[in-house]
């Protein structure tokens, strides 16, 4: 999953189901159905963030969104490019990643440490001529611990309204769990 990180991030550790790395050891496709990464931006990895600078970092992403996650935009089709080159080498055969129509849906998980937003994103796959599109939703997370931000994502299909409360409340339960294991002493 390293190879699907943004440039200027540094990917701390993913997780994905048992049954999907099960699927994978065999050579086939994993589901997808959940999985999670916790990330961190290169040039702030030694940076003493405070809570101002959580706030501002978190009030950028609200204001530019829309930029960032419009479809035709350099942000989105630089990552396309990107995971379909990242999933073709992990898969070893050409795959297309195409997101298209991502939907800001809002904050969910907002206190002094914490920014957590909801985006649907619809993702649309080839290998060879086999395509499937699914419709994703994606929490980022801006998260304050020890004095740095680390960036905690969540990825779940969509299947029906309930799974958005589900991985609105995975993410905050995972967030206070980071925090409270990064507590300072």
């Avoid at 959580?54 to 089709?77: F, M, S, T």
């Amino acid at each position: 999953m390293a190879t699907t990180e943004a440039p200027q991030n540094d990917m701390l550790f993913a997780h994905m189901p048992v049954s999907d790395c099960d699927l994978m050891r065999k050579g086939s496709a994993p589901t997808y159905d959940f999985y999670t990464k916790v990330s961190v931006l290169r040039i702030a990895r030694e940076m003493a963030v405070t809570r101002e600078m959580l706030a501002n970092a978190a009030e950028g992403y609200r204001k530019n969104a829309g930029k960032l996650l419009d479809p035709n935009g350099p942000e989105i089709q630089r990552m396309n490019k990107r995971l379909s080159q990242g999933i073709s080498d992990l898969d070893s055969r050409e795959t297309t990643i195409d997101l298209s129509k991502p939907q800001q849906l809002g904050e969910f998980d907002t206190r002094p440490d914490v920014a957590s937003f909801l985006t649907m994103i619809t993702v649309t796959t080839t290998v060879g001529t086999a395509q499937a599109t699914i419709p994703m939703l994606s929490t980022t997370t801006f998260i304050r611990v020890k004095q740095r931000i680390i960036f905690v994502y969540a990825f779940r299909k969509y299947r029906s309204p309930a799974d958005m409360e589900a991985i609105k409340q995975f993410a905050r339960k995972w967030n206070t769990s980071i925090l409270t294991a990064n507590r300072s002493q």
